[in-house]
């Protein structure tokens, strides 16, 4: 039985229990965690399924690291069934060969050739994030760390940045609201979907629903939110990094020796590209842009000589159909790191 003294548990959904740490605090890649995937329900065997699928799928749960070889697959009579299992191997083989989630991660933008599907890599954020928050107490900086790894429908409205989950929201804008405050959906659907905004006062209320992915934060600037969102990007950096660094939003870059930046998604990106050249960027562009930040290292001598002391200025922005897209991996692979030289 769970002590009510220990932190809130929370992201069942995560995988986290399946892992054990190694000697540098990552997640060890165990049998239980590849045999997880086998049982979606892309790769479960239905009725319809032939032996052969049958009998692959019970042989990788008993020994979830066996190798399959090609022509095996190609006895498979369902076109999709090989195709998932061509994914999922992919993915299996990508995490044994690296040993942890984390260096998977890493190996994975490194390549440059990602060839995985979005919910391999999403899924292994959110295992690594459940890893760096482990013990966390505070449900407004897990929820969130939700925006690493979970796309968000985006409700500007007179200063605040109300963010939801987009998978949640469409469901709720097919089937019906729920109760508690207003964040408004798209217009299309036209309906309204309500959707509870975690805040100081109703913070608790996050920890026994935090796998449904269904409450909304501000991440307006000067909230708690945004806050919460920048010592999520410090200790994602410093997990992944050793590199310690402070990140704290601000309204506007004014920087003649403005010389590096980096886009927390493909929106933002775009956009501080075009500022940083010159080029005129045009109102409904701007106001996509979410927040901006100040990244600066602790230690200048972790930066390449040339930017030592430096800051580094973050964006994040979102899409036309305003949802907030975060590339998280983008701060492990483009900050202007001294091994970069």
Sequence with gaps: MRDPADPPDFWLS?????????GAGRLAVSDDFLRAFLLRPELRPIADSCAAEVALHEALLAEPRQAVPAQ????????DARDNYRAILAFRDLLVREGTVEA????????G???????????????????????CAEPIRVRAAEL???????????????????????????GGAASGRLLAADEA?????EIDVLDDAHAAAYWARSDRFDTGLDIGFARPGLDALCRVLEAWVRHFLAAEVSIQPVQSIRDERWIWHVGLDAEASAILNDLYDGRAVEDGRL?????????EFQDPVRMLPRLAGRPVYLGMAMTPANVLRLKPQNLL?????????
């Design 14 to 22: 995560s995988g986290f229990h399946l892992l054990r740490r190694d």
């Design 72 to 79: 095996r697959l190609a006895g498979l009579a369902d076109a």
């Design 104 to 111: 998977a991660y890493l190996a994975l933008w490194r390549a």
């Design 113 to 135: 050739a990602i060839g995985l599907p979005p919910l391999f890599v999403d899924q292994m954020a959110h295992v690594v994030l459940r890893n760096i928050l482990d013990g």
């Design 148 to 174: 690493l790894f979970r796309p968000q429908k985006v409700t500007p409205q007179d200063g605040a940045v109300m963010v939801a989950d987009e998978e949640t929201v469409e469901l709720r804008a097919a």
């Design 189 to 193: 659907p036209p309906r309204q979907v």
């Design 287 to 295: 106001y996509r842009l979410l927040s901006l930040f100040r990244l």
């Design 333 to 341: 692979v483009n900050l202007p790191l001294a091994a970069m030289a």
